[in-house]
């Protein structure tokens, strides 16, 4: 019997009951879709999970990645998993049918992502990123460098990839040094150090595409000055046969966790032949980058989700089975011993578990309706989904990836020395999951991102906006006897929330930009926390919904398991405000004033 | 250069300044040492961990132990670590001059233990559970049995461990079913299995001494049928030859970390040929262990403060050589990058990191100078540091271990994807210090300890204790303008405890005992941040007073960064404690309500 590692139930709850994916079917573009086919495609997803990816999440881990004679090698499993995903239509779900894609709703097809993600993180990453590539080739690219690329991505023959951070450009990419020279042919000449690129390169595809930052001679300097450029592994050479493009891996990393994709370091033009096509206008490249990137970012939050999501089921499956000691108020040693979920304790362990990664995954599945409405609304509507998805991209990146390795070491904590040994999964996941608040800009970079950016946008608009609908959320929730606590509390925190962004932009506009963004980070965790809130008690209505329609017996615990995990959330998460709250309105620059020489001995 | 793990003007300033270490020398017990002695040991300790341990750290993770025909190979070099701290009496460092030991101030002998644990953890261990052993048997067994074991334990050729778990009894010690049959010689028969003994087998000693649990044909059921034996893995033959004692080796885990000391699985008996010394009177063992099994809990703490100071050494580290970005305030890309230790939220990692280590290892300290006094006081005031041992224990363990784990992921999070990477130490401590909630029971078990025994303990006394000394903290500290606000803060937050610990009696009473310890996590977490507030107020009193008299201008970064981590400790970490009270004042029974079946689907 396979491990559960994510819930049809679950799913179907947060698809159908929570954000009405048949609604999208009444729109033009989604007309041709509709439920039946929605079902289908989850559930075959999730046998693809099983039979494909969850069977090899360990030897992958335990088999690393090699860098052998310039050429990395991966697992041999990863050749047939590309296959499948591109030939069963996988990484060319969303693209339109014009493109020869499925043409399905981003929220549908991120829900098998997501399955994806959680049966095999790594195994689904090569899938994931030629997508996001195959993605920014056509959004911005010429039709030729399409026609030349992306049908070949779309299948799985060949890799994409992003290619941005250097040795000394991560965090802050205005820095890098990658340079492109223009040729009086169609191409550049590339030359440069690329290093962390996942899936940068390997033996499991026939060629690998980089979508790769440098700046053109005589560019801007900082971030005005960075162009986008497709340099692939392996270009058609003259007769439309595969030549090598002087791309050479030299580098491959040793990791915590996250093992069965390489992250490689690139070295572009060793030999002066390195070609490069431009995509779209010169240094606009951080700008189409930035699809990619919002997209990657969520993508992260809902890895995160994923394995967070497969972790709490193995470890619900080891409090369900393992007997030990008894409950505290029957202390009789000759009893026979319970079995651990029993315990309060633990209890609380799998509750937390819960609230966090049905939570996580709630606001990810948020952001990926948003995207599936701004194709098919009004302009004017449009600009509100595009607001709403800007502010909650750094939150739907980074709530479940700093909370999902909480939840995580709680899972690993529930099976007690076995979780710490690799007879046992947690320990795997307790690894993997640490990358998640480091790629694709870090926690703090996040926080800067969402405080200094996204709450500022058009005059606070997102952040307005984001108002209205939590706003929106307690007074459809005030209806049900049961959500007038959980809406009240979360009223009151999107209150405090309001306070402590309205005075930190009076610190921002007192004591400068320093100031205003040194806590970044924990205005970030207070966001993040009353957006889960705003998740959950959305969930809480469609349980109340159900419930008043009537739901079958083989449903009251799932509806009922709902309700606790909601309240769960509500007594143990949303209090974490509280700390926040005080420190963020204290703004004393404690940070900023303390100096470097203050670490001294 | 061999990279800093500890500092030594932060050990000197909690030794001297804080704990006044010298003032134990004025007790006949310890009087014939002085500070200078002290002073030369810490220094003789940090060069040995420099030399000896720290170079290892690396390479013992790489190369774990491995079962080879019934005999744990470890890295060769525990031999000679074993050696050479049993010859230069590091082992027997606290052991009395009668006995052949230094007679040292366990504040002293545990600081020691403090630094070889921050050099390597995993390579310490062997000595730490040796003395532990060998400790027990001196307390509890007999002259003979301490003749025969003891003296080879202390200089370093005989292993001692600790062999309590089993397969069906982790936490739960009341289930054992290991069996010592009484002969009509001084010794009894013991069949059983041991799971997760720690340097349970290895290569780099010539035996084995077992401190075991085991239950006697006929004991009562549960804990009160537990005694304790000592079980070698060589017995002394008729001719005083080492023989076999039938205790195999079945078994080494494969961990996700503290990989440089084997956990072990044995089997005693298989032959029925093993054979156990009792120690003291039957039945008493679970009594006897915990003399033991409260150093190693601990001792465990220190060690998770030990990792967490090493790995915060290696994270300033970096954020003092590694350019990145620009501050915030100056985005201008045309200038040069700054070291990220300039930017506020890399500042606010670090300064987090300081504050739960030098937080964590003063509260380490306090409990070894309470042991020390407890040595030497009248037996009405040896009452009183008993029973502040005994509800800081818990504290002791738990606070550094989860602390510990937060602090290391914000260390690994400083060097972003290079702390992914194991070309920096960063990743091995994170895998490392996840065994700490686990191991010498707990954080589950440690909460119910402190809320459910400790607090309770004679009549609440030694929460009065508790009490007291915060107080005449926050009245020292008071004297000192720049602690006024923190004492106040202190003084507020102890209130706040005292409220949630009469609620959570009344809840006892009215509710019972499942209400009562449902949320002792959160209780413990709650006052283990209120320790360490007290601790750093401690600290702050020390600093002020070192400042009036005035300080060399080479120390003034070390006072003023104090002062800087005491604020945000009081800042940042003390106003957790907001939402933990307010869920602890709710007492609604949430995860005692929640049944097993609300986890389907």
């Known amino acids: 019997m396979v491990a559960k590692f994510v819930s049809e139930r679950n799913i179907f709850f947060l698809l159908h009951e929570v954000f009405e994916v048949e609604s999208l079917t009444g729109y033009d573009y989604y007309g041709e879709h509709n439920r039946k086919l929605f079902d289908m495609t989850v559930k075959e997803a999730v046998k693809l999970a099983k039979n494909l990816l969850f069977p090899i999440f360990e030897e992958m881990d335990r088999n690393p990645p090699e860098l052998i004679k310039g050429q990395v090698r991966v697992h041999p499993a990863v050749k047939t998993i590309m296959q499948q995903l591109g030939e069963g239509g996988w990484i060319a779900s969303r693209v339109p049918f014009e493109h020869g894609g499925d043409q399905l709703p981003n929220l549908l097809a991120d829900t098998c992502d997501f399955i994806f993600q959680a049966a095999n993180y790594s195994a689904f990453t090569y899938a994931g990123l030629t997508y996001g590539a195959s993605h920014l080739i056509e959004s911005f690219g010429s039709r030729k460098l399409y026609e030349i690329y992306v049908p070949h991505m779309h299948v799985g023959k060949w890799q994409g990839t992003m290619a941005l951070t250097e040795p000394e450009a991560g965090s802050s990419l205005s820095d890098i040094t990658t340079t492109a020279e223009p040729t009086d042919q169609d191409y550049y000449l590339i030359r440069g150090q690329k290093i962390f690129i996942s899936a940068g390169d390997h033996d499991g595809v026939e060629n690998v595409v980089h979508l790769m930052l440098a700046k053109i001679a005589g560019a801007p300097a900082g971030v005005k000055g960075i162009s986008l450029f497709v340099v692939p592994k392996k270009r058609i050479g003259p007769e439309g046969e595969l030549e090598a493009n002087d791309v050479a891996a030299s580098g491959v990393y040793h990791k915590l966790g996250y093992r069965g994709c390489p992250i490689v370091q690139l070295s572009m033009g060793d030999k002066n032949d390195c070609r490069g ?129 909480q939840s995580i070491s709680q899972g690993l904590q529930c099976l007690g020395g076995s979780g710490y040994c690799d007879d046992y999964p947690l320990e795997q996941y307790y690894r993997d999951c640490r990358i998640h608040p480091i790629h694709e800009g870090t926690t703090g970079i996040q926080g800067m991102d969402l405080l200094g950016r996204k709450v500022l946008m058009q005059n606070g608009q997102a952040f307005l906006l984001y108002g209205a609908e939590l706003q929106q959320a307690t007074e459809d929730a005030d209806r049900f006897g049961e959500l007038r606590k959980p809406a009240r509390q979360l009223k009151e925190a999107l209150d405090r929330l309001q306070q402590v962004t309205q005075h930190l932009l009076e610190v921002a506009q007192g004591k400068g930009a320093e100031l205003f963004l040194a806590d970044a980070t924990l205005y970030l965790e207070f966001f993040g926390i009353v957006t889960v809130a705003w998740q959950w008690l959305l969930q809480g209505i469609a349980v109340q919904k159900a419930l008043q329609n009537g739901v079958k017996k083989g449903d009251v ?14 007594a143990y998460e949303l209090p974490k405000t509280l700390g926040l709250e005080k420190r963020l309105l204290e703004s004393d620059g404690l940070t900023v004033k303390t100096q470097p020489e203050h670490f001294n001995d």
């Open 277 to 405: 096509w431009l995509v779209g206008q010169p240094h606009e490249g951080l700008k189409y980058m930035f699809q990619m990137m919002n997209e990657a970012r969520i993508g992260v939050g809902m890895g995160a989700t994923a394995m967070a999501t497969a972790a709490y089921y193995a470890a619900l499956d080891y409090a369900k089975t393992r007997r030990q000691g008894r409950k505290v108020s029957h202390k009789d040693p000759t009893l026979p011993p319970v079995l651990i979920i029993e315990h309060a304790d633990v209890k609380r362990m799998l509750l937390f578990q819960r609230a966090v990664v049905e939570g996580a995954l709630a606001i990810i599945m948020q952001c990926s309706k948003y995207v599936d409405l701004m194709k098919v609304v009004s302009e004017a509507e449009k600009e509100k989904y595009h607001l709403l998805l800007e502010i909650l991209t750094p939150v739907a990146k980074t709530y479940p990836s700093e909370m999902g390795i």
């Open 557 to 570: 615990n799932f509806y009922e398991g709902k309700m606790m995990t909601l309240q769960y959330f509500f």
